[in-house]
């Protein structure tokens, strides 16, 4: 029998196709219902206190379902933050290509930045609790950070030198890390809610940072 004659037919093709389109959705709906089963079971017991049986049978996904998923906790974490990744990329690109923004910008982009934050209160408080525990989560969070600076670093002329300037990195870092903080404070703990007084406290580090590091490169 030639090569040819062991082909399947377009029929049968067609049907393997479909097979394999239904085999991925339902994986990937698997997975999905997982991560969601995560986030609610985190939220409710504390990420260190739940087990990877609470998930299970908060997702209703068998043991040997979620291993083909996840190696374990940690890496459930890890696709936790990367949720929120779509979501902040788009604010931050949108933060390096403004330049030097006045402050009025700047508290429209950090109000905006607190929203994010609050509308998913459940996620944030996950990945502060398991950024501490877990270090290859907290490398991830890290290292967006370090792209953000990056970006900042490749869209914003003012802000070159952060690509080649070790020190203009660590402040950009660190300032990031500030903004992390302030966020999770105002967005999810609520901390001192009074008012625009911590938005503004916020928009004006950030300014501070900006002008200073943009006088810093042209120096």
């Not at 923004?101 to 996950?126: E, T």
């Not at 989560?137 to 490749?154: F, I, M, N, P, S």
Request: proline content about 3%; hydrophobic content about 45%; glycine content about 6%.
């Amino acid at each position: 029998m030639s090569i040819a004659e062991t082909k399947l037919s377009l029929p049968e093709e067609a049907r393997a196709n479909r097979a394999n389109r239904r085999q991925r959705a339902q994986r990937a709906e698997t997975r999905e219902r997982l991560i969601d089963g995560a986030i609610r079971v985190f939220a409710d017991h504390g990420y260190a206190q739940a087990s990877i049986e609470d998930v299970l049978i908060e997702a209703g996904v068998s043991r040997a379902s979620f291993y083909s998923h996840f190696a374990g906790k940690p890496a459930l974490a890890e696709a936790i933050a990367d949720v929120l990744v779509p979501l902040w990329q788009p604010l931050y690109a949108e933060l390096a290509e403004m330049g030097v923004p006045s402050l009025a910008a700047l508290r429209q982009w950090c109000a905006r930045n607190v929203a994010l934050y609050r509308s998913h209160q459940d996620i944030c408080m996950i990945l502060t609790q398991a950024s501490a525990i877990e270090p290859d989560l907290y490398e991830k969070l890290t290292a967006h950070r370090e792209a953000v600076a990056g970006l900042l670093a490749q869209r914003n002329p003012a802000l070159a030198h952060l690509a080649t300037d070790a020190g203009a990195r660590l402040r950009a870092t660190l300032a990031l890390m500030q903004l992390d903080l302030s966020c999770y404070y105002l967005g999810v703990r609520h901390w001192q809610d009074v008012g625009n007084a911590g938005v503004e406290a916020m928009a004006d580090q950030l300014h501070h940072f900006l002008t200073s590091e943009a006088q810093k490169g042209a120096a």
